[in-house]
């Protein structure tokens, strides 16, 4: 017993209970200090090591309230202890903590609709483009030079999700193309949505916080993109428009590509590779830039529905129901297509061992080829001039899709964390 309070000396201040000598280079949490009336209880993986075979719960009795005759007036115990409406609001910190991404983007749909005039001013001052710069630039400062190599070994992955994005998911659209709808500018718009590239900011977002590898994400974002200028043309000629011959603003796209996607990443990556203590900084604070990606990227859904949302109170409910449903089908659809070709590739090229087994490549597969960008399209939209219908109509439903796939992924990304988080705490155990 002596030597048990012997030891408790050295970790343990008779005063306060804080640790001060064996674990001073460790932080007390809420949840490892308990404070009641005159007692402290301890975690014991504060405790030396000699002392965590102890069984029961470690209580220390502070010995300032030793003396009970003052009416326990002195209390000096419990004014160290966390405040109960931070114990009792842990759980709710937590949730929010653990599905920030997908909140964060149904408050900015929830905000659009409460009051579109911010979000509408936001788009007069391009907000949608330095929330693209911003998320590039991050993805620049927090891409390693290893994860570069990565992505260079996994370019059989990458060149099948190019082929999927470019050539095999805008044949989706002949599917679309047989449903009947009124309007019937909402099933045109879907299928014009199947035709154009990946987005380009949500799915490198996401496969960052799903532990993907990022460095192929960002390829597989830009090299679609900028071929995209020459491949939607073609595919909605031949697959929407049946031969009808459509433009696409090439230089106008070309020029927006590069200042949103390539320079920002470029100046990201230049900053960490020339300042050791950015990519001290950014390496020690990923969980701090990954929010910051998330709340960037929900300003895009926040100002798409602030623009779209008288047009959408003059839509019957019902219909754009049934429009935001197809939506969301079409999204699990391309994610059962990319799931499955990567299984079919996977068992073809060398089982476990293939490039196609290994997660983070299979993350960024099947986040970055099942998504399809709504800028692109809007623009597409603008320079058809009506061949296909009333241009608000077409893009309406292609918003709700839009929004569909980025929410949907984001609760699947929180999912699969989860899931990674508890096999990982069972190893431990």
């Known amino acids: 017993m002596a ?31 308990i404070f009641s009336g005159n007692r402290t209880f301890i975690s014991k993986s504060l405790l030396p090591r000699e002392l965590r075979s102890v069984t029961g719960t470690i209580v220390i009795r502070n010995s300032t309230n030793s003396d009970q005759g003052n009416g326990g007036a002195n209390q000096p115990g419990e004014k160290l202890g966390p405040p109960k409406f931070l114990t009792s609001a842990e ?19 929830a905000l659009g609709l409460a009051n579109p005039s911010l979000g509408c001013l936001a788009h007069t001052y391009h907000v949608s483009k330095v929330s693209a710069f911003g ?64 987005t380009l900011s949500s799915g490198v977002a996401l496969t960052r916080l799903a532990g993907g590898n990022s460095a192929l994400a960002l390829a597989m974002t830009v ?16 697959l929407v428009a ?32 020339s300042f050791k203590g950015v990519a001290d900084f950014t390496d ?12 960037l990227l929900s300003l895009v859904p926040w100002i798409q529905v602030s623009r779209s949302r008288p047009l959408l109170l003059a839509v019957k409910p019902a219909v754009f129901l049934v429009a935001v449903v197809m939506g969301a089908l079409l999204h699990l659809t391309l994610l059962g297509f990319n799931a499955l070709s990567t299984q079919i590739l996977c068992a073809v090229s060398g089982g476990s061992k293939s490039v196609f087994a290994k997660k983070g490549n299979a ?23 009506g061949v296909f219908g009333e241009s608000g109509l077409l893009v309406l439903p292609c918003v709700a899709a839009h929004l569909n796939q980025i929410i949907m992924d984001s609760f699947f990304v929180s999912f699969w964390n989860k899931k990674e988080q508890s096999v990982s705490n069972a190893k431990a155990a």
């Open 135 to 198: 998320i590039f630039i991050i993805s620049g400062l927090t891409l390693r030079s290893d994860e570069i190599g990565e992505a260079a070994e996994a370019w059989p992955v990458g060149l099948f999700g190019l082929a999927s994005i470019l050539l095999f998911t805008p044949f989706f659209s002949r599917v679309i193309l047989q449903l009947h709808l009124q309007p019937q500018e909402f099933v045109t718009g879907l299928a014009l949505f199947c035709c154009m590239p990946t």
């Open 223 to 238: 090299i679609s993109n900028l071929l995209g200028i020459l491949f939607v043309p073609f595919s909605i000629s031949k």
């Open 3 to 33: 030597g048990t309070v012997q030891s408790l000396r050295h970790v343990i201040s008779p005063l306060t209970g804080i640790s001060t000598s064996r674990s001073g280079n460790r932080k007390l949490k809420p949840s490892h200090v």
């Open 363 to 385: 993350s960024a597969l099947l986040l970055v080829a099942s998504q399809k960008t709504l800028p692109v399209l809007v623009a597409v939209v603008d320079q058809l001039g």
């Open 242 to 273: 049946g031969g009808v011959g459509t433009s696409v603003p090439a230089g106008q796209l070309f020029k927006s590509l590069i200042v949103t996607l390539l320079i920002p990443l470029i100046i990201g990556k230049v900053f960490r590779e």
């Open 284 to 295: 020690n604070n990923r969980k701090l830039l990954s929010n910051l990606n998330s709340l």
């Open 91 to 109: 759980p709710l910190l937590n949730f929010v903590s653990s599905n920030f991404l997908p909140l964060a983007l149904i408050g900015g749909v």
